[in-house]
């Protein structure tokens, strides 16, 4: 499956963007999507998902703030993310792991074969 991220940008703290991720090439449903993120010098880190058991989970940092939400018919998974922080600046990647039995929690890097070339978020304070 190949993913495209795209809806970055600039914003001022207090402010919302909403991201998109395309995804073509294999069937959608097939696949558990998540969000991460990598900030200037740091490791890349999980933000949101679809977990294994239909549910989402979300990291601490982000909980309330943001929502992963995603639209089989259109092909694409979306993150909302609302009350921007400056913490939050960062490179946003989509990411798809292949449903099927024994997978994990969808919380790692690892988890996921296949990723999207990332979008900026920028929030200035």
């Known amino acids: 499956v190949q993913l495209q991220a795209f809806g970055g940008g600039s914003v001022q703290a207090g402010g919302s963007l909403r991201l998109s991720c395309a995804a073509s090439?294999?069937?959608?449903?097939?696949?558990?999507m998540g969000w991460f993120r990598q900030a200037p010098g740091k490791e890349r880190e999980f933000v949101a998902a679809f977990t294994r058991i239909g549910t989402t989970y979300y990291a601490d940092s982000v909980k309330g703030r943001f929502t992963i939400s995603r639209d089989n018919a259109e092909n694409t998974v979306y993150l909302q993310m609302n009350s921007l922080k400056p913490e939050d600046t960062a490179v946003y990647y989509c990411?798809?792991?292949?449903?099927?039995?024994?997978?994990?929690?969808?919380?790692?890097?690892?988890?996921?074969?296949?990723w999207g070339q990332g979008t900026l978020v920028t929030v200035s304070s």
């Open positions: 990411a798809a792991r292949l449903r099927g039995p024994g997978i994990g929690s969808g919380l790692k890097v690892s988890e996921y074969a296949y």
């Open positions: 090439g294999r069937t959608f449903s097939n696949y558990y």
